[in-house]
């Protein structure tokens, strides 16, 4: 098949290996005469196939023993309900945001159904184009919650809020792209369509030190307490999606884990990054210290105006593939997700050159 | 590979084209270059596999115009949470129920959290071997809900309850096996991983006239009304599983359509259970008017005593896989969904007429 430079937003680019991999096991698993996904979840297979999926999350991100990993279901979307359903308290209850573009602000939509939300910061005067820097968090929050990377607007928290209350994160874009200290979190959830694996399963590492605190009923589905009791099988679980999940960890630890997948995802952010500072006919759109290593968004400059068509069909010709910006922001937006080679960004890199000189 | 008789309870078998095209377009979907995994949600080719599916739906079933058909994730035991949160009154909501076993009692445990529930008839009492059929549906009812068929117990409605309240059906476990009048509905609900496709997805058959009545502020995510005003794409929907649900129903058309299957369907079920009358080893577990097409349950006679580690050694000799009685039952169950073939059904009854020469 023809070379495709897959910079998609999400579901995104896969390792060619995970893919292969996947493609048979959808005939047959591993000589049991059945397809992944026509056995049953109860089945030793399936078993060993979502503990592994468990281990590897463990192993990579260093987990410690109190906390736990859940494969789940819904989306971070469902997550934003979640999130606050297991850890705002039932009465009285009041939560800490911080704003940094769409996906913040559909979390603290989900948590205003269920208790007081406090905005302590957002970037929405600046069109989200700056992580919020200076805010306090006062006390007696159930808990802080914040977006570490914002796929839209391409911006990236450098660092992490500290908090008294517990800390919470969806952290759908950049898990597993670069080292964290998961013991600074209580929750951390993320849909595994970006560097986990294909779009249908969501993962959540849980301090469970944390939870049964709320004095709220919640859903069994939607209950971490719960689903930590039933090892993510309170119901048939989204196979195929923690199969591949599964694999791709495999495949990361593999190549070195999250401290080689950090260095090639830097390198690849710089040969991007210092090509659109180079380049008079591109600028980006956030602020430096703020840049997405995950999701660079750029614009043509004025001095390119006009030359849209003609980069458009620069790139498509060359194979790049899913650079459009979000639907609702416009621009550029280069998605350089785990399993992308360098390959591919200098492609989208030498495209950027040859216009210039043509321009 | 081994030919495998597939009588797993589910996920179960799928029809052999769905799974080799399955396998393919992991790899490439339909000359695009990329995995059908690795592509935006967004592009025209997932969102034509979606509108495909929807469209196959409602052509298979029939499906009046004023009804949404939404893919969603959670599986059915989210449904239970989502069926009350759309359809029970905020303030003194109450809803009636039929409890045929365990997914019934998971249904009411959720409704339970939103409103007053009022359980009309149950089998518990006959270990849910029966269908309660003597029950009036009060007045005042925010609905009726009740579990066409029980995968665990063996038995199936083979007439629907009526009831001037809306009618809710978990359907998970017959839906596509059999003709419906969706217009006797208001809600049907049902997980894909039997008759529809792999696990992952949840198709919900909604009468949208009857949405956004109870005066709730229901969850972004299990909203009904607003997942079918974003065409079920309020976020990333669970791409695989709603891919090859697609390619199920292509499937199901392909062959004839919800009149052939039932034929089918029946065709089998006649097949084991007179084995299962007429073999002195064996005997149904269920009243007999309310046997399971889906999911026959059978034990060992006292005069077959001694003879189980003989049959299961007979019949996973044959090929046959997923006969084992659920975990919280035991005995046997024969799951026989829509893609099982009849032979493998000659092939499990010949393995009892042998038990039975060599007993």
Not at 21 to 37: C, H, N, P, R, W
Not at 117 to 142: F, R
Not at 177 to 204: E, H, R, W
Request: include cysteine.
């Amino acid at each position: 098949m023809a070379k495709v430079h897959n910079f998609s937003a999400g579901p995104c680019i896969l390792p060619h290996e995970v893919l292969h991999k996947a493609s048979q096991s959808v005939i047959e698993l591993d000589g049991t005469g059945l397809s992944l996904i026509e056995m049953s979840h109860r089945s030793k297979e399936f078993v060993a196939i979502m503990e592994r999926a468990r281990e590897l999350v463990k192993e990579l991100l260093g987990v410690p023993d109190n906390y736990s990993v859940l494969f789940l279901q819904g989306g971070a979307s469902l997550g934003f309900y979640m999130a606050a359903a297991n850890f705002m308290k039932n009465e009285g209850g009041k939560a800490a945001y911080l704003d940094t573009g769409t996906w913040s602000t559909g979390a603290i939509k989900e948590a205003k159904l269920l208790g007081e939300v406090i905005t302590l910061a957002s970037g929405k005067d600046v069109n989200y184009t700056k992580i919020p820097k200076n805010y306090t968090v006062p006390s007696g929050m159930d808990y802080l919650h914040f977006t570490s990377n914002n796929t839209i607007f391409g911006t990236q928290f450098k660092s992490f809020p500290k908090s008294d209350a517990p800390l919470i994160c969806d952290m759908s874009s950049d898990i597993f792209s670069k080292k964290i200290n998961v013991a600074d979190f209580d929750l951390i959830y993320a849909g595994a369509q970006k560097n986990m694996g294909p779009a249908g399963t969501t993962v959540y590492i849980v301090n469970r030190d944390k939870l049964g605190k709320t004095g709220r009923a919640i859903p069994s589905m939607l209950d971490l307490a719960l689903q930590h009791e039933k090892e993510s099988m309170y119901n048939t679980p989204p196979v195929f999606a923690i199969y591949v999940s599964m694999l791709t960890l495999e495949w990361l630890k593999s190549i070195g884990g999250i401290s080689e997948i950090e260095k090639r995802n830097e390198a690849k952010a710089k040969l991007l990054y210092d090509e659109i500072d180079r380049n008079p006919l591109f600028k980006g759109t956030t602020a430096v210290e703020d840049r997405s290593l995950m999701n660079p968004t750029f614009v043509l400059t004025e001095e390119s105006a006009g030359h849209e068509e003609k980069f458009d069909k620069m790139w498509k010709a060359a194979g790049v593939s899913g650079i459009s910006g979000h639907r609702s922001v416009g621009g550029y937006r280069a998605s350089m997700y785990n399993a992308l080679p360098i390959e591919s960004v200098k492609v989208l890199v030498d495209v950027m050159k040859e216009l210039e000189k043509n321009a």
